[in-house]
């Protein structure tokens, strides 16, 4: 275990770090439609190698069926009430690259597609998180922290606190990790309070009201225990009225529990030196596979196969986020006025896609349009393209640009979330940095990037530069796991310390203890044979001769105790013991002084 976790530990009192439960839509490879996949399948990898026990639940989609169901290890069922809807959940377990995933069964909820979209997602996915809650008692787990990712399972926090009073859920902690801002499950809250049950006191624009409707993501900024993002600048960013998507106030107010981690990528999965999915293998110091990469490359997608030729590539979702306004003000001058060959890998927004298939039949035999995704050859454009252009409008932390570095493909992006923090603007002078920037969203800036980038092809000694300084930045999730860890320990309670005895093993003293304990019972016995001794042979006094009077008469035994109190203290208080004499301090002043 790390150092730095032990000081810790020791400060919360502790000599474990705690048990995490990863939860989120999706989990590469098992079901994958962007990069939360891509974070969940990497990092219990990277905590399990820290010494933490770290595991994911998550969907038992159609995708992962059709392929493991043979894998899967049934561990029990039960019904969860949604709505009129009374569900079946199927609690499943898959061991998966050393990592326990257990997968929430239900064919009606995720038999098809992994988001449904619109009400019928928020159905999905409160589903789930109801089946999530009531699973965790009779897990062959007890997690310290339930790690909950993007807003399909942001209401994990309010629920586990509001409606599972005294159980594990509600003694859970809960970190909220904001993948996208931009998505945060907003619907109308009696569809929420039918489905969840959901208080409606927690109704206000402090808790959960956003724009006239229930918002899980900003319940789960409310709820959860600590907040968590995906890079720095992205952190600082979502505070702001620009990029918060209306959470800026709820996020300003809980800034303190709020931080930014920088996701990595799977260092293993994308690998230059041994990628399977590549026809040839290279490294920072021996690129001669890389040029065969390229050339490949060219060949599969048709373009011609000139290696001095640069080639620009995109592997994206096209929509708005990613910057195709940009791209669509400026591909045409490019394609015009620079040597270049361009490829795109990606779908989404129709009208960005029907612009590309209209420019790569415009630019035939210079320009690729990949309507689609093929994991394979995304690996192959990486490998084989010289420059990777991401002019996000804004972004999380983005992937691609870490694994284009990480292939050698130098990146040419919008200063803006994990772009910002990962990708360092070339100097030509000190030949330091990783790629080329522009920080507005401008499609002249952009241009003018791409320009600098192409031209700096033509400089061997720049370019070798670049390469070797991209291709040897870390951008592994161990760096990641570390911080997370980190902030896992911070969200833990400080257990009660227990008194030490310097010296004394516990059989010693556990024997000191009885012979104390004898020696003090025997003393107390002679003590009081002595006083009945002395008491036999001294007159009763007065008092006492009262006491047995008031008795024979019937007296309440009550008053008779009082009166003997009173003939006590009279007694007690006398010229031969002044100290007696003084008053006592009233209690209210004792525990003033306490």
């Not at 992994?114 to 787990?141: H, K, M, W």
């Not at 159980?167 to 859970?172: D, S």
Request: glycine share 8%; aromatic share 10%; with cysteine.
């Amino acid at each position: 275990m790390k150092k730095e976790f032990q000081a810790i530990l020791s400060q919360k009192n502790r000599k474990e770090l705690p048990n995490v439960l990863l939860v989120s839509a999706e989990c590469a490879p098992l079901s994958k439609t962007g990069g939360l996949a891509d974070v969940i399948g990497a990092l219990p990898k990277y905590l399990l190698s820290l010494g933490m026990d770290a595991r994911v639940i998550t969907p038992y989609h159609r995708c992962i069926k059709d392929k493991y169901a043979d894998r899967v290890e049934h561990l029990f069922t039960f019904y969860v009430d949604l709505g009129w809807r009374h569900q079946y959940v199927g609690i499943e377990k898959l061991m998966l690259d050393g990592v326990t995933v257990y997968l929430v069964d239900n064919e009606f909820f995720f038999g098809d597609a992994i988001y449904r979209g619109g009400y019928a997602e928020g159905e999905q996915y409160s589903f789930f998180s109801r089946a999530v809650l009531d699973a965790l008692p009779n897990l062959d787990f007890v997690p310290d922290v339930l790690h909950c990712n993007d807003w399909h399972v942001s209401m994990l926090p309010m629920l586990g606190k509001t409606q599972y009073p005294g159980g594990l859920q509600e003694k859970v902690k809960y970190l909220l990790s904001i993948h996208n801002i931009a998505f945060q499950g907003r619907y109308d809250f009696g569809f929420v309070q039918d489905l969840l049950g959901v208080d409606p006191r927690y109704y206000t624009s402090d808790v959960m009201e956003l724009w006239g409707a229930a918002d899980f993501m900003k319940a789960g900024c409310y709820f959860a225990d600590k907040i968590s993002t995906v890079s720095p600048t992205y952190a600082e960013e979502i505070k702001t009225d620009y990029f918060s998507e209306g959470l800026g106030a709820i996020l300003n107010a809980r800034s303190a529990d709020l931080c930014g981690i920088l996701n990595g990528i799977d260092a293993v999965t994308f690998n230059p030196a041994k990628d399977a999915m590549i026809p040839a293998h290279f490294t920072a110091g021996n690129r001669a596979g890389k040029a065969k990469c390229k050339k490949a490359l060219q060949k599969r997608l048709g373009l011609a196969e000139e290696n001095n030729l640069p080639v620009l590539s995109m592997v994206t979702r096209m929509t708005e986020q990613k910057g195709f306004e940009l791209v669509m003000a400026t591909l045409e001058d490019i394609m015009e006025h620079e040597s270049l060959q361009f490829v795109l890998l990606g779908t989404g927004d129709p009208r960005y896609e029907d612009y590309m298939r209209y420019m790569e039949n415009k630019y035939k035999g210079r320009l690729v349009s990949y309507i689609g995704y093929n994991e394979e050859l995304a690996h192959q454009i990486y490998a084989g393209s010289d420059f990777f252009l991401m002019p996000s409008r804004f972004e999380p932390c983005g992937l691609s640009q870490m694994i284009a570095m990480r292939y050698g493909c130098l990146p040419i992006v919008r200063e803006t979330g994990g772009l910002k923090d990962t990708v360092l603007p070339f100097d030509g002078l000190t030949r330091q940095g990783t790629g080329f920037t522009f920080p507005n969203f401008d499609a002249g800036e952009m241009r003018a990037a791409v320009h600098d980038a192409l031209a700096c092809y033509c400089d061997e000694a720049a370019m070798e530069a670049l390469i070797h300084n991209a291709m040897g930045t870390d951008f592994s999730f161990e760096r990641s796991a570390v911080e997370y860890v980190k902030l896992y320990l911070s969200m833990l309670d400080v257990l009660p310390k227990k008194k030490a005895h310097k010296g004394k093993l516990p059989v010693e003293l556990a024997e000191e203890t009885a012979v104390k304990s004898a020696e003090e019972a025997s003393e107390s016995e002679i003590i009081a044979e002595e006083a009945n001794l002395i008491a036999e042979m001294q007159p009763m006094p007065e008092s006492c001769e009262a006491a047995v009077e008031a008795e024979e008469n019937g007296q309440s035994a009550e008053k008779s105790e009082d009166n003997i109190e009173s003939a006590a203290s009279e007694t007690e208080n006398t010229p031969e013991n002044p100290e007696q004499n003084k008053p006592e301090q009233p209690v209210e002043s004792k525990e003033k002084e306490e």
